[in-house]
Nanobody
């Protein structure tokens, strides 16, 4: 079994910053890719950022230059530093981890990010 524990969401004013963390544990000895998705009310879940070893991270156009994804392989943890937050960034943010080998994908429980204007 694999567990993903997210933290770091909350309420922030426009222009502020938040840092999300997601730690993977359990039967996940090697990770291929880690990422963050978000889902706003009434909208589909969308990719925010994704990082894979040996590749340049990719970002949604809407967050380029404001968000930075990083990972600590020793801790099986992925981070999302979010700066210059906008009200349109308000959503539930989900961690996504792809295990190496069988490429199974796991999801976190989601963490709410609310940006007030």
């Amino acid at each position: 079994q694999v567990q993903l524990v997210e933290s770091g969401g909350g309420l922030v004013q426009a222009g502020g910053s938040l840092r999300l963390s997601c730690a993977a544990s359990g039967r996940i000895f090697s990770i291929n890719a880690m990422g963050w998705y978000r889902q706003a009310p009434g909208k589909q879940r969308e990719l925010v950022a994704r990082i894979r070893s040996g590749y340049i991270p990719n970002y949604a156009d809407s967050v380029k230059g404001r968000f930075t994804i990083s990972r600590d392989n020793a801790k099986n943890t992925v981070y999302l530093q979010m700066n210059s937050l906008k009200p349109e960034d308000t959503a539930v943010y989900y961690c996504n981890v792809q295990r190496s080998g069988d490429l199974t994908i796991y999801w976190g429980q989601g963490t709410q990010v609310t940006v007030s204007s």
